[in-house]
T-cell receptor
Framework: EDKVVQSPLSLVVHEGDTVTLNCSYE??????LLWYKQEKKAPTFLFML????IEKKSGRLSSILDKKELSSILNITATQTGDSAIYLC??????FGTGTRLQVFP | SAVISQKPSRDICQRGTSLTIQCQVD?????MFWYRQQPGQSLTLIAT?????????ESGFVIDKFPISRPNLTFSTLTVSNMSPEDSSIYLC???????????FGSGTQLSVL
């Protein structure tokens, strides 16, 4: 059965900290993995990863895929309160992870 | 990228009634999807809305409870029928881009059933 597992489930940090969110997948015919940020209702797109070892960056956020380990990480450096959200990873087959709830306190 | 307008953004409904949620996409898309997010949980796929044919439902979801329409390539509706408090959730629609890999989401509908 296809599944996606994210860890940790919840994370509480202070502004300025760096966090690493993990996503592990077991999906047949895997093609791509996507990261989304969900603040209120609708998730917003962050990254799509298809190739192993190629880091994608956007400001303080970066992500990389490891097809050997069947996993991906999302890094956020110098966290801000505005980074507080649920971070979801999703495979191209619409298998959703449980999400990681990140809370950043001033 | 696609922009999806979803409405209503929220509603409070009485037990036993039905609510229809609409999603309008600003471009033609092949695949549209409907999800539910119950409090404290991740998104769960309800069904895939196919244009010109019946929706494909995931395990645990049935057409009688969640009828879906997809009359054209830019529009879809989800109806939550005979509602109970357990149906209180966020309902989201999404559409896939031309490669069927990247998803764009509607703004969501917060449903509360009393």
């Amino acid at each position: 059965e296809d599944k996606v597992v994210q860890s940790p489930l919840s994370l509480v940090v202070h502004e300025g900290d760096t966090v690493t969110l993990n996503c592990s997948y077991e999906v047949t015919n895997f093609r791509s993995l996507l990261w989304y940020k969900q603040e209120k209702k609708a998730p917003t797109f962050l990254f799509m990863l298809t190739s192993s070892g190629i880091e994608k960056k956007s400001g303080r956020l970066s992500s990389i895929l490891d097809k050997k380990e069947l996993s991906s990480i999302l890094n956020i450096t110098a966290t801000q309160t505005g980074d507080s959200a649920i971070y979801l990873c999703i495979t191209d087959k619409l298998i959703f992870g449980t999400g990681t709830r990140l809370q950043v306190f001033p | 990228s696609a922009v999806i307008s979803q409405k209503p953004s929220r509603d409070i409904c009485q037990r036993g009634t039905s609510l229809t949620i609409q999603c309008q996409v600003d471009s033609q898309v092949t695949m549209m999807f409907w999800y539910r997010q119950q409090p404290g949980q991740s998104l769960t796929l309800i069904a895939t809305a196919n244009q010109g044919s019946e929706a494909t439902y995931e395990s645990g979801f049935v057409i009688d409870k969640f009828p879906i329409s997809r009359p054209n390539l830019t529009f879809s509706t989800l109806t939550v029928s005979n509602m109970s408090p357990e149906d209180s959730s966020i309902y989201l629609c999404s559409a896939a881009d031309a490669t069927n890999e990247k998803l764009f989401f509607g703004s969501g509908t917060q449903l509360s059933v009393l």
